[in-house]
């Protein structure tokens, strides 16, 4: 039986939880550090901080205000200053932004704005508001950019900034090692989510083969038996441009790790300590994740086979949202929403598990997988190209699940994120699978 719609006063106050949830981390990650933090660029890969509060505050503005709201423009002026296909990340610094002060105005004062536009829109009208579309993926867009933001600050150097308690203790995982996954036909993707982004839909049925995967992420004392192995030195475990690209930068560890004597330390938000063996391996480039699976016999998953460990029921045939069910994540789900500010030990949130068996597949760490980011059979681009369109093909590689730096507004099991291969300053590591008989 199908569940009624939301009733407009329903989607409201989710849109604005969801709203209010963004501004309340966006502010957190602008004020706990001092100006010069804020303007300054810590890495050129990332902008500084300051333009990624003013540049919320702009999509804010052009979407909710002057296209569901038929407002007039606050700041036009300022548009192509925070327009991220016009300015790449590098040359930021050098633009005249909005300084920090006058950015939280200007967001502020949108935001207002934005709250009066949702509190009188339809939410029933074009496909742009429909089930609050704009609100959602206004609160999306800004919790995308609170997590660029925590990588940011993850790279900035100095005193630590951010606090946060650490996830619960967990005992050493010693379920089995990996979960076979029965082949057959699984409906991938979702037409029917509505805060679903156009890249997630439509929802259309792929024939998967039965497939062994990993029942936790890869962990760090997992990662480190590759390194002690000689991993980084061997061609053989690496394509041929990913053994070139460590070679080429010196790379012989995941991002922020050194050795000390006899053992790995790791820099963590401005925080020095060991590498803690039972976490999930993080701030590795598809490369290495490649390199580790082919060394360990196995492979990475592909994108489909993923998505099919986390949503399918074998006892509806069905797809679920996520792979404890339809329900929203609750903290006994997963790790998510920087609540922690590191993964969980593997094995950690049974409660969260699929009904296969298979643990952390959303949040702790994003994973890396084997597929190129491609479009589905019959997208269409919605509402505009340059969210997902122009960034289709072999140069992407599409990571899955989220971290713990994701909200689960922009987390769920059709949710497809997307990055270089050479990429590490994210929060990214990877469980591997491997090929089976039919079953």
Known sequence: MTEPAPDAGTLRERALTSLTTARERTTLLTTCVEGPDLTAQHSPLMSPLVWDLAHIGNQEEMWLLRTVGGQEAIRPEIDHLYDAFEHPRAERPSLPLLPPDEARTYAAQVRTRALDVLESARLDGTRLTEAGFAFGMIAQHEQQ??????????????????????????????????????????????????????????AHVKEVAPFAIDTTPVTNRAYQAFIEDGGYDDPRWWTREGFDHIRRHSIHAPLFWRRDGGQWLRRRFGV????????????????????????????????TEWEKAARFDPATGGSMRYPWGDAEPEPEHANLGQRHLRPAPAGSYPKGESPLGVRQLIGDVWEWTASDFLPYPGFTAFPYKEYSEVFFGPEYKVLRGGSFA?????????????????????????RTARSVEHI
């Open 272 to 303: 020095t300590e060991v590498v803690p063996p039972e976490e999930p391996v993080l701030h590795v480039c598809w490369y290495e994740a490649d390199a580790y699976a082919r060394w360990a016999g196995r492979r990475l998953p592909t994108e």
């Open 406 to 430: 994701v909200d689960p507004v922009a987390c769920r099991g059709t949710f497809r994120n997307w990055d270089y291969p050479i990429r590490r300053q994210i929060f990214s590591g990877f």
């Open 145 to 202: 950019h609170d997590e660029t933001m925590l990588i940011t600050h993850q790279l900035r150097t100095g005193p630590p900034a951010l606090t946060a308690a650490d996830p619960e203790p967990a005992p050493l995982f010693t379920g089995p090692a990996e979960v076979v996954v029965p082949g057959g036909p699984f409906t991938m993707g979702t037409s029917s989510e509505p805060w679903a982004l156009d890249n997630e839909r439509p």
